[in-house]
């Protein structure tokens, strides 16, 4: 152990001190509002009918796991999710590239990409139900269309500000055009496909979401419609609540990963 | 001594859709082997340019590079080059910034391999191979770009402007460094620099060039017992006679 000078520990105290003040705040504050929101319902400020209540909730979610449709539906979502995530960020960058290494289709494709990634997908809605049906294959094509062009914009960008010193570099070295994409265009741009991959977690959620909305027979964005429908507001509350948990958990995945990737 | 580089008439035009530039006109000098050259010009006369054109990463409008007695016409395993900022790939640990181009060049043989290592030794950095180098200091991560560049084993180094990113207790310590490193190593070097002292301190003979097009003004031979190290030059005399003569030509 180092030994520090006074003035250090009471500096490092003090940090130690402000980092579990805000942890402590944090979950009070969660706390005060789940309190305030089951005592407003209790005493009938609000009509627990349209705001629900924690209670309720619980109640709601009680109810979802002992008949297991809560694993269902979650599983639908996660799995349109991930299937929307894996594909759009795969495509997204392999088109990226593609652009990256034709300079001139990039040229000639740059306003296209501005145009769709300025439209709001949704309007898509009705044609890809037309195109490929109702279902999986729609959700899963609303999730890819939502995060597929911001990944390509962003990927783009990344590969484009590797710094040109550092290519003529690579070219001094006598490396070929291969050798610079793969040890240092794509190395160098590791940052940005993190930050995409981060972006993507809550796109791929938003599409998939929307595809729900939009046709759907199981999931949590069919929960959550079922039950603005019937005017279940229990159900709509549970199902945000584990859309809440299990984006959260996907991005703590990604902050891993890149942790993970880091350290070696 | 025979001429390992030769300039010829050296012209080169930049094109960009508002201009042209005339970066370089009728550029001629020659560099022998065993010399260091440091070329001088005021700012944006074309010194990074005609570094580029020795490298072989940028075609001449006209005129003609000799390298050893072969034209230029791409980047060459004869010349290292070493940028005003180190570059290294941060993403990489010392070791394997250091061998980046022998893997390029699919040539990490252990002979090569000793070679780096006895490089890094030598100067300072071997207990730092598995460091990344965002863990090392400026001075330091310029002698691991200097290494990177030797590892490959060039005739000839090109530098530009390696030493202006450093602070300047640092920058005096790294030049002896870069000096006596150039020296053992017997390399042939072409440095570009904005510090007159530096040019003065560390070469055998100063291309000026006038500002743009660049074109030389004079060259002038330092005449310094090859034994004195750059900070050692400074204290003498003549340093300031050369200084006065370099300033007077670049107002
Ligand atoms: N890619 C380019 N396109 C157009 N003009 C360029 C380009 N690169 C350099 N120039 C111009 O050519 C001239 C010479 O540039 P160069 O970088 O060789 O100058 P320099 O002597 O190295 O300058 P400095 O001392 O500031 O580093 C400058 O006027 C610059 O504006
Ligand atoms: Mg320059």
Redesign the interface.
């Known amino acids: 152990m180092k030994k520090y000078s006074l003035s250090h520990k009471r500096y490092l105290r003090n940090l130690y001190l402000k980092d579990f003040f805000t942890h402590l705040v944090r979950v009070l504050l969660l706390l005060a509002i789940i309190g305030l929101w089951e005592l407003s319902a209790s005493k009938n400020w609000a009509d627990p009918f349209i705001t629900s209540s924690p209670s309720r909730v619980v109640k709601q979610l009680v109810a979802l796991i002992s008949n297991g449709s809560l694993w269902h539906h979650s599983w639908v979502t996660l799995y349109e999710t991930l299937l929307a995530f894996g594909i759009s960020t795969l495509l997204g960058t392999g088109v990226a590239l593609i652009l990256y290494l034709l300079p001139f289709m990039r040229r000639v494709l740059e306003p296209y990409l501005i145009v769709l990634n300025a439209l709001p997908k949704i309007a898509l809605g009705p044609l890809i139900i037309v195109w490929v049906g109702t279902g999986t294959k729609a959700i899963v094509v609303m999730g890819i269309l939502i995060c597929i062009v911001i990944t390509t914009i962003s990927m783009l960008s990344g590969y484009l500000s590797v710094?040109k010193?550092?290519i003529?570099?690579?070219?001094?070295?006598?490396?070929s055009p291969l050798?610079i994409l793969f040890?240092?265009i794509i190395?160098?741009s590791?940052p940005d496909f993190i930050s995409v991959l981060k972006i993507n977690v809550g796109m791929s959620f938003v599409g998939t979401i929307m595809g729900e909305y939009l046709t759907s027979k199981a999931g949590l964005g069919y929960l959550i419609v079922y039950g603005g429908q019937v005017f279940k507001l229990d159900l709509v509350m549970s199902a945000i609540v584990v859309l809440c948990l299990m984006a959260t958990l996907m991005y703590a995945l990604v902050a891993l990963l890149e942790k993970c990737v880091k350290r070696r | 001594m025979e001429n390992l580089l030769t300039i010829n008439n050296l012209q080169l035009i930049y094109h960009s859709p508002k201009s042209e530039t005339q970066a370089l006109k009728d550029l001629t000098f020659s560099v022998q082997e065993g010399e260091f050259v440091s070329i001088v010009g005021p700012s944006g006369c074309g010194k990074t340019t005609i570094l580029?054109l020795i490298?072989?990463?940028l075609r001449p409008t006209s005129g003609e590079i000799l390298l050893a007695n072969e034209k230029i016409e791409k980047?060459?395993?004869l010349?290292?080059?070493m940028?005003q900022?180190d570059?290294l790939?941060e993403?990489l640990n010392i070791w394997k910034n250091v061998t980046?181009?022998l893997?390029?060049?699919k040539s990490l043989t252990n002979e090569n391999k000793e070679y780096a290592r006895s490089l890094l030794k030598k100067y300072g950095l071997e207990e730092f191979s598995s460091s990344m180098p965002s863990e090392l200091s400026g001075g330091m991560r310029q002698r691991v770009a200097l290494i990177r560049t030797l590892c490959?084993r060039p005739k000839l180094l090109l530098l530009d402007e390696p030493f202006s990113a450093l602070d300047y207790q640092t920058r005096l310590l790294v030049q002896d460094d870069v000096s006596s490193i150039i020296k053992s190593e017997k390399k042939t070097a072409v440095l570009v620099t904005h510090d007159i002292y530096e040019a003065i301190a560390m070469s055998t003979r100063i291309v000026v060039l006038s500002s743009r097009p660049g074109t030389v003004k004079k060259i002038i031979d330092l005449d310094f017992d090859p034994a004195l190290t750059p900070f050692n030059r400074r204290k003498l005399k003549k340093f300031n006679k050369y200084f006065d003569e370099i300033w007077g030509l670049l107002q």
């Open positions: 710094e010193e550092k003529l570099l690579m070219k001094t070295m006598g490396a050798q040890r240092l190395p160098a590791f | 580029s490298a072989g990463i980047p060459t395993s010349v290292g080059y940028f900022r570059n790939f993403w980046l181009g893997r390029l060049k490959l």
